[in-house]
């Protein structure tokens, strides 16, 4: 019961805490007298695009945002459409410039030069015939090649991707004289991660060792983010077994015996356990708190032995199987590198744990896409 108690109350404190990000960026934003540079936590692009006036109040007192830059090669750019305000992301420069709008389920491109502005959309009465999808594509951006009737052929094989839809923009903006280029995101942010936790509570011992990999997608989501690795485990558990009573039988000549299978006695299961565990990590806030929660999947193999104080044989055990498991638990940040955490764990295989320990974070690498 008291177990209980503190395992509710733990996922309890893990909820109360605000939205926040673990990652931080350098953000360089050009108001209408100023040019700001500070750090802050990091914004998805839909965040940035439909909110970014309120999101960079706090350092930018000037409230009109021109642009918005970040050292992971984003930008973002002031549209007014339908007297609503949007900060569209940078795809292309040159005469032609192409943003990219994702406030909608299907992604919206603006191709503008400093007199035309042509809007490059799916027209849902047509996404089901993509022959006439492709064919409204094609007339706006034949419209804005009009002048290079060579590129006309070109915009008939052009699908509404974002890679295509980019190069043909370059196509075009290499007829002009004017400097052009395309504009790539880093589009993942990796960590590797050390940690060690465990717990040596009463009859009960469970130490824990990870090596992981994780991947963040800031483009999408800061907090959520893919983690790989691998995790070894040293795992101890005694147990007392009362005496197991089968009933009673019936011996010859009407004699009544009692048969009992053993009795009272301790037993003591050691397994050491190697996992390659796959998950899906996500972080609820990184100010000094940091409450999360992953689940996953982990091909394990295990080497388990099982002694009993009333028996001098030892059963041994190799086995190979899938264990899930799913945590919630909070971190204490000491530094941005490293955390001293707790959390409640629960997996197939060892039931529920509650552990203790400390983890380190080494940043690895940006990622350009492909």
Known sequence: ???????????????????????????????????????????????????????????????????IEDDFNREFIKLESNHEIYYVKLLNKGFYSLYESNLNSDSRYYACSKTDTIVLEKNDLLASNEVSANLDL??????????????????????????????FISELNSKYSEASYEIHNKGRFDY?????????????????????????????????????GIRTNFYKRTEFIPAFWTGYFLIHNGITDSLFVYRDHYETLT???????????FEITNSGFTPYFYTGLAPTVYFREISATNSEHISKTTKASINAFAAGGLKLKLTDSFNIMSECRYDLTKGLNFLIGVEYFLHSTLHLPK
């Open 138 to 167: 094609y007339k706006n951006l034949a419209s804005i090649s009009k002048n290079f009737p060579e590129l006309w052929l070109r915009a008939k094989t052009v699908k509404f991707e974002k890679k295509e839809i980019q190069k």
């Open 1 to 67: 019961m008291k177990t209980t108690i503190l395992f509710t109350i733990l996922f309890l404190n893990c909820i109360q805490f605000s939205i926040a990000q673990k990652l931080t960026l350098t953000y360089k934003i050009k108001t209408n007298d100023t040019v700001l540079i500070f750090q802050d936590k990091v914004f998805s692009d839909k965040t940035i695009e439909a909110n970014a006036q309120n999101i960079f109040r706090k350092n930018v007192p000037n409230p009109d945002i021109l642009s």
């Open 271 to 281: 397994a050491k356990i190697i996992e390659f565990p796959f998950a899906v990590n």
């Open 192 to 228: 590797v991660s050390f940690s060690l936790k465990g717990m040596v509570l009463g009859n009960r011992t469970d130490i824990i060792f990870d090596v992981t990999k994780s991947h963040y997608f800031i483009g999408d989501s800061p907090n959520i983010s893919l983690k790989y």
